[in-house]
């Protein structure tokens, strides 16, 4: 099956460049493509060094700049990856044998965030086995007819999301959205960097906050409930409690929530602001 690459990318030029070199020696593509946002450190440059497939995506947002590279790009599979991606032994491979079944519309391996910071990989690598299910567009093949065919990545959504948005479409249409627990790919972060993620992750837009529920909590007591509810499904099902209740969980729990509500004061700021006075 023929394989285009799609990148987007705003002011990541150095990660960029790590990225394109590995894609270039390690994914046997067809095409590559870099979609990129205005940026200030030479990120169209980098990316015209290594392929004149290269579009401006007019600033709209991570969900119009997928939305064209999956336009842009014309074989079979279009694999999406991210520049702060550092790409695992025959990860391309792996993926692509699912889709010798024809319902698999996405395949994606497992996202190790913190590596270079253990505690926080270690916590990432527990999850690996204990989440029920995942989704994203970090490391993601798809079948590009199946995209298009449910609409495509939304080009209205401006923050987080649209990887969400996009397999919530492609399962009601009834395919199926591969999560390889044994195909894995790092993310080169620390704790800082982490939370700055998360906050990213929580400014999904308004229409998709069924997960932002899931996921985000707003206090304390509501996110160590949802903790201890996790801790005796697990007991339950028999599962190492070492394994569930890692220290570097109890650190972080409080920190994402801090992160959430902080992000969640800001957008309420912002709406109040815009708002006309009485």
Not at 200 to 215: N, Q, T
Not at 232 to 251: K, N, Y
């Amino acid at each position: 099956m023929d394989l285009d690459v799609v990148v987007c990318a705003k002011n990541r030029a150095a990660m960029l460049e790590r990225i394109l070199e590995q894609i270039t020696h390690e994914v046997p593509l067809r095409d590559l493509i870099v979609v990129y946002g205005s940026s200030k450190d030479g990120t169209k440059e980098v990316a015209e060094r290594y392929t004149r497939n290269v579009f401006w995506d007019e600033d709209k947002g991570l969900g119009s700049a997928r939305n064209l590279g999956m336009r842009k790009a014309s074989s079979e599979l279009v694999a999406m990856i991210d520049t702060d991606v550092v790409l695992t032994e025959d990860w391309c491979k792996r993926l692509v044998k699912h889709f010798e079944d024809g319902k698999v519309a996405a395949a994606m391996g497992v996202p190790i965030y913190g590596y270079g910071s253990r505690p926080v990989q270690r916590l990432f690598e527990y999850w690996r086995w204990y989440n029920t299910e995942s989704w994203g567009c970090s490391n993601t093949i798809f079948r590009r007819k199946l995209v298009l065919k449910v609409g495509n990545f939304d080009e209205e959504i401006r923050g987080a999301g649209e990887d969400y948005d996009l397999r919530k479409r492609l399962k009601i249409a009834g395919y199926r959205y591969i999560w390889d627990r044994k195909v894995v790919v790092y993310h080169p972060m620390n704790l800082f960097e982490l939370l700055n993620h998360i906050s990213w992750w929580s400014k999904g837009a308004p229409f998709i906050r069924e997960l932002i529920s899931e996921v985000r909590t707003y206090s304390l007591f509501r996110i160590y409930a949802r903790f201890a509810f996790q801790i005796l499904d697990s007991l339950r099902e028999g599962v190492r409690l070492a394994f569930v209740v890692h220290p570097s969980t109890l650190f972080l729990l409080p920190m994402i929530n801090t992160v959430s509500v902080a992000s969640r004061f800001k957008e309420l700021k912002k709406t109040l602001s815009a708002s006309p006075c009485p």
